[in-house]
Each structure stands twice: as structure tokens, then as C-alpha cells.
């Protein structure tokens, strides 16, 4: 992963792809009708996706 924080930052495709699956994760994780083991499941991916990007 890049540092974001020094010039010159580039975006790639694999960043942006990656958001996008953390976006998808986040949306799964907020419904009402998981199971305990789908959300700790997707909790877990969640927190793994954010480390990979820095957050």
C-alpha cells in the first residue's frame, strides 16, 4: 500500500476495487437478519480489508 500522505499519491485500480468490496461488506454487515457466525465472519473481513488500506 502507498503512503497517502506524501505527494505523489497514485489511486489504482486494486485500491479502488477494494473500497468498493469494503463498501459491500459494510452494507452486508448492517442488516438485521445475519446470523452471529455471518457477522463475525464478515466483521472479520472487514477489519482485514481496513489494515490492508490503511484505515
Known sequence: MTD???PPFVYTCTEYRQ???LLALRRKLARPDL???E???LA???S???QE???
Open 4 to 6: 497517502r500522505t506524501s
Open 19 to 21: 473500497e468498493m468490496i
Open 35 to 37: 446470523s452471529e457466525e
Open 39 to 41: 457477522r463475525r465472519r
Open 44 to 46: 472479520e473481513e472487514v
Open 48 to 50: 482485514r480489508l481496513e
Open 53 to 55: 488500506l490503511g484505515m
